[in-house]
Structures are given as structure tokens and as C-alpha cells.
T-cell receptor
Framework: DAGVTQSPTHLIKTRGQQVTLRCSPK?????VSWYQQALGQGPQFIFQ???????QRGNFPDRFSGHQFPNYSSELNVNALLLGDSALYLC??????????????FGEGSRLTVL | AQSVTQLDSHVSVSEGTPVLLRCNYS??????LFWYVQHPNKGLQLLLK??????LVKGINGFEAEFKKSETSFHLTKPSAHMSDAAEYFC????????????????FGTGTRLLVSP
């Protein structure tokens, strides 16, 4: 049973560029959340997707956008990259509704470096 | 607003000695609390969770935590540390009082790095 998979694992971009990160949820999960973890800090909630819609959003600018596909996989897009966007981006999956156990299953993350 | 405070940024123990990682929470309702562990270059793994059932929660790898409402604490303990326990530990509170709506936003503490020496 595959867990949450993310790609790419590492990438380097320059300021002003755009980046797309990808996530496949754990089998049986239909909800995907994205978190940003800056170096030395705890993860911060970016947004959550269910039924291909953004359901909730954290305190992140519109440069951060996402998408969820019919197969429940998800993408995180960041436009006009800033140095401060350098971080580990974590994808987490869960099940919506009564089946939700309260636990999020995390992938190993995509480490983005902005130069 | 819901938040957690991890009282120690680093904790150092010797292998075989007890582990105590401290966490205080703030919540306007009965919270759901979690401990996650992150090994280097790995994703986050759930150690244990408290969701208003038993106040003493047992998790994986011999870890446990006790919910103390009077002290607003949720400290993580283990009787005997192992070298493989060296990692970053996060105390986490859920902003959603119940899970039936599906939406869940986790608020993480700043983390405690556990160092285990031989």
C-alpha cells in the first residue's frame, strides 16, 4: 500500500520563476492538504483540497495556488518566487467526513531552494 | 485561538534513560492533540493522538502522553530512550473540534530536537 508520494524531492529555482509540486495521496484517501515548513520551524498550513475544490486556506498570498484532480492527486503552484519561499513543502492526505480519523498522513516533502 | 507551545527547543538524553518532551496548549474548546515525529530528510509520522477519550494515550515505539486539562499540558514521555529516537518532535493541535466535516487544519509547535547519546 503506497503512502503519500511527492515529486520532485528537491529542486532549485531563481527568484521570479514559477514552480509546480505534485502529490499523490495514500490509497483510499480523498483529501489533500499542503504545508510549508521553513528551516527550523514547524509546518504551516497552506490549503486543503477536497472534491477538486479548495476548502480552506491558511495565511498565504495568492501566489500560492493549487489544484486537485479527479484521481485525488494534487498540485501546488507558486508564482513569482521569493527567497523566502525556500522551504520543505509537505503534502498530507486524509479522508473527508465521518471516515476522518483525525490523522494526516504526510509525504516526505519537496525541498525548494530559491536563489 | 488554538496554539501549542513546546517548552524546549532541544533535549539531550543518554540511551536507556527516560525522555520527557514538554508541550502546553491553548484552546477555547476541548482540543484534539497529536505528537508527530520527523526523522532527518523524512516526512512526518504520527506518534499518538488524543481525542477526548482516555487521558493517557499510548503511541508507537513505546511513547505515551498524558492530557492534563488543569495544567493545559500534553507532555510526551518514553521510559527508555533508544538511539533511533533521535529526531524532531512536534506537538500539534487540531483547529477542528470534530472531524465529521472533514476539514482539518493542524497547528504545529516549533518542534523539539531530541538528541540521544550512547
Amino acid at each position: 500500500d503506497a503512502g503519500v508520494t511527492q515529486s520532485p524531492t528537491h529542486l532549485i529555482k531563481t527568484r521570479g520563476q514559477q514552480v509546480t509540486l505534485r502529490c499523490s495521496p495514500k490509497s483510499g484517501h480523498d483529501t489533500v492538504s499542503w504545508y510549508q515548513q521553513a528551516l527550523g520551524q514547524g509546518p504551516q498550513f497552506i490549503f486543503q483540497y477536497y472534491e477538486e475544490e479548495e476548502r480552506q486556506r491558511g495565511n498565504f498570498p495568492d501566489r500560492f495556488s493549487g489544484h486537485q484532480f479527479p484521481n485525488y492527486s494534487s498540485e501546488l503552484n507558486v508564482n513569482a518566487l521569493l527567497l523566502g519561499d525556500s522551504a520543505l513543502y509537505l503534502c498530507a492526505s486524509s479522508r473527508w467526513g465521518l471516515a476522518n480519523t483525525g490523522e494526516l498522513f504526510f509525504g516526505e516533502g519537496s525541498r525548494l531552494t530559491v536563489l | 485561538a488554538q496554539s501549542v507551545t513546546q517548552l524546549d527547543s532541544h533535549v539531550s538524553v543518554s540511551e536507556g534513560t527516560p525522555v520527557l518532551l514538554r508541550c502546553n496548549y491553548s484552546s477555547s474548546y476541548s482540543p484534539s492533540l497529536f505528537w508527530y515525529v520527523q526523522h532527518p530528510n523524512k516526512g512526518l509520522q504520527l506518534l499518538l493522538k488524543y481525542t477526548s477519550a482516555a487521558t493517557l494515550v499510548k503511541g508507537i515505539n513505546g511513547f505515551e502522553a498524558e492530557f492534563k486539562k488543569s495544567e493545559t499540558s500534553f507532555h510526551l514521555t518514553k521510559p527508555s530512550a533508544h538511539m533511533s529516537d533521535a529526531a524532531e518532535y512536534f506537538c500539534v493541535v487540531s483547529l477542528q473540534p470534530g472531524f465529521d466535516t472533514g476539514f482539518q487544519k493542524l497547528v504545529f509547535g516549533t518542534g523539539t530536537r531530541l538528541l540521544v547519546s550512547p
